[in-house]
């Protein structure tokens, strides 16, 4: 049995059996339900918690490193000022941290009171595992009533949308990533246009007709066409527009309003907007 | 089965280590990928179908917590997993020099291919600015690799399963 062909080349044919596999994944797509998307559910699900407790352990630790730092300094007095004063800092950098949490926090809550429809806030506890794609890690899931295809925002502008979740976790694809697009106009000249991201980072406005009045510094804003984003939301400002070169449209390049580095809490739009003719009733 | 827990621990914690250290590092490149070291430790040491779909399995895995395209690195880590198995076939030795070639070349084939795959072949014309990036975490990753290979040895050891090449006679079903 073991000068079989089959069995001599078991590994060549089982790879390549299992690269059509994956072939057929990607060209048909995993969606919400199916029984493919059951594993990277329960995958999420558990590598979530680790990741969250990796993030607070490597928050603890950068927090000793610049408490030690701070130490050396005060090393002359004695241990009792010494312990105080760690206790005080400690203290003071748990409290300056809520403090930011809150501040955070008031402001997603603004935003929602604004955008009046049904929202909730969730922690960023990770980004893409192998950062080719720009993704983040939140705490919430499908238990917290996430589902695929959800708005996310931060109170400075357009996160992304929910692209998989699991019962305690989910993953956004964020705006800069190559593979997503939504739909902007320019808020001074109204000129309209697709957000995308590109492969070697960045956001860029596509087709952008060339007649079309775009100004460095102007802001763009959802349209609420896409029928995810309420109409109006920040999506940043532009950032250089090229008229020179070939082709029908214009080169727009956009710096996003979010900091996606920078981002802790967000807020995920559970309710989709409404349709542009409820909009114009109201 | 024991190979199966062993790396099933590894990717877990390597992938929770990846997606934690995005958060903390805002320079990705300084991030190693291990899933390809591991892909690569399979390749080189575990010749078999289970080893072929355990490879399957851990870039499924990654697809859970990386890109947009759900089989993506499915198909990078079997390929990585093939190219490193077809490697130890052909040379004398499979130590953890040729590893961490496997996995510098590894690592910038994947993001290529990745690349190439979710947004056609142009895109690649476009990956220029972000190829000093990509050389440094290939080599990140590698220098990591020799590291990697001894912790996966030393579970092997502490899991009884046989550490050495393939080459040197075991052979996983």
């Known amino acids: 049995m073991k000068s079989t062909f089959l069995w001599r080349n078991r590994v060549l044919l089982t790879g390549g059996a299992l690269l059509i596999l994956s072939l057929h994944l990607i060209s048909t797509g995993v969606h919400?339900?199916?029984?493919?998307?059951?594993?990277?559910?329960?995958?999420?699900?558990i590598v979530s918690p680790i990741t969250g407790a990796f993030t607070h352990l490597?928050?603890?630790?950068?927090?000793?490193?610049?408490?030690?730092?701070?130490?050396?300094?005060?090393?002359?007095?004695?241990?009792?000022?010494?312990?105080?004063?760690?206790?005080?800092?400690?203290?003071?950098?748990?409290?300056?941290?809520?403090?930011?949490?809150?501040?955070?926090?008031?402001?997603?809550?603004?935003?929602?009171?604004?955008?009046?429809?049904?929202?909730?806030?969730?922690?960023?506890?990770?980004?893409?595992?192998?950062?080719?794609?720009?993704?983040?890690?939140?705490?919430?899931?499908?238990?917290?009533?996430?589902r695929p295809g959800l708005a996310v925002l931060a109170n400075q502008g357009v996160v992304g949308k929910i692209i998989a979740v699991s019962p305690h976790a989910s993953r956004v694809l964020l705006i800069d990533d190559h593979n997503s697009a939504l739909d902007g106009f320019d808020q001074r000249s109204r000129a309209r246009g697709i957000v995308a991201g590109m492969v070697d980072d960045?956001?860029?406005?596509?087709?952008?007709?060339?007649s079309q009045d775009l100004l460095t510094g102007d802001t763009i804003v959802t349209s609420g066409l896409d029928g995810i984003f309420p109409r109006g939301l920040l999506v940043g400002t532009i950032q250089s527009v090229h008229r020179e070169g070939p082709g029908l449209f214009l080169a727009v390049r956009i710096a996003p309003a979010v900091d996606f580095r920078e981002l802790e809490q967000v807020l995920i739009l559970t309710q989709p907007p409404p349709h542009l003719e409820d909009q114009a009733k109201d | 089965?024991?190979?199966?827990?062993?790396?099933?621990?590894?990717?877990?914690?390597?992938?929770?280590?990846?997606?934690?250290?995005?958060?903390?590092?805002?320079?990705?490149?300084?991030?190693?990928?291990?899933?390809?070291?591991?892909?690569v430790d399979l390749g080189l040491r575990h010749h078999?179908?289970?080893?072929?779909?355990?490879?399957?399995?851990?870039?499924?895995?990654?697809?859970?917590?990386?890109?947009?395209?759900?089989?993506?690195?499915a198909f990078m880590t079997t390929m990585v997993f093939l190219v490193s198995y077809e490697i130890s076939t052909r040379l004398m030795t499979a130590n953890a020099g040729v590893g961490a070639t496997v996995v510098f070349f590894g690592v910038i084939a994947t993001t290529l291919g990745t690349i190439a795959?979710?947004?056609?072949?142009?895109?690649?014309?476009?990956?220029?600015?972000?190829?000093?990036?990509?050389?440094?975490?290939?080599?990140?990753?590698?220098?990591?690799?020799?590291?990697?290979?001894?912790?996966?040895?030393?579970?092997?050891?502490?899991?009884?399963?046989?550490?050495?090449?393939?080459?040197?006679?075991?052979?996983?079903?």
């Open chain 2, 48 to 73: 078999g179908v289970l080893p072929a779909i355990l490879a399957f399995a851990m870039g499924y895995a990654t697809d859970a917590l990386a890109g947009s395209h759900p089989g993506l690195n």
């Open chain 1, 58 to 146: 490597s928050d603890g630790a950068s927090s000793i490193t610049r408490d030690y730092f701070e130490l050396v300094h005060v090393r002359q007095e004695n241990a009792h000022l010494r312990d105080e004063l760690t206790k005080v800092k400690a203290d003071k950098a748990r409290l300056a941290e809520l403090e930011v949490e809150n501040q955070h926090l008031a402001a997603l809550v603004e935003l929602k009171d604004a955008l009046g429809t049904n929202a909730i806030a969730a922690n960023v506890i990770g980004s893409d595992a192998n950062g080719i794609s720009r993704t983040l890690v939140l705490s919430s899931g499908s238990d917290n009533g996430l």
């Open chain 1, 32 to 45: 919400p339900g199916d029984l493919a998307a059951r594993p990277q559910s329960v995958f999420l699900e």
């Open chain 2, 117 to 173: 795959i979710a947004n056609g072949f142009a895109a690649l014309s476009s990956t220029g600015p972000m190829l000093p990036g990509l050389m440094l975490q290939a080599l990140i990753t590698a220098i990591v690799a020799p590291f990697i290979f001894s912790m996966l040895a030393a579970g092997k050891r502490l899991t009884g399963l046989p550490v050495g090449s393939a080459r040197d006679g075991h052979r996983d079903r």
């Open chain 2, 1 to 39: 089965m024991r190979l199966i827990l062993l790396f099933a621990v590894f990717v877990i914690l390597g992938l929770a280590f990846e997606s934690a250290g995005a958060r903390l590092i805002s320079f990705r490149a300084l991030i190693p990928n291990l899933i390809i070291i591991l892909a």
């Open chain 1, 202 to 210: 960045g956001v860029i406005l596509k087709y952008a007709d060339r």
